[in-house]
């Protein structure tokens, strides 16, 4: 089996790692009804998208 000429520090190790990790999505409120959306997209609860209405919603 294949063994390490020398061992492998902590901060080497560490470095290499550092690029591996979740990126935290970037949530904003809904300008015109105040719900928490993805950034630029269209807001699911109204519809309206940058303070315009981008998805007609229609009521039952």
């Given amino acids: 089996m294949a063994h390490p000429k020398s061992k492998i520090s902590k901060q080497r190790k560490r470095k290499r790692r550092t ?3 979740l990126a935290v999505p ?27 209405e981008a998805v007609a919603q229609d009521l039952v």
């Fill in 26 to 52: 970037n949530v904003v409120n809904c300008q015109n009804c105040g719900s928490p959306v993805l950034y630029h997209r269209v807001c699911g609860e109204c519809g309206f998208y940058r303070g315009k």
């Fill in 19 to 21: 690029h591996k990790k």
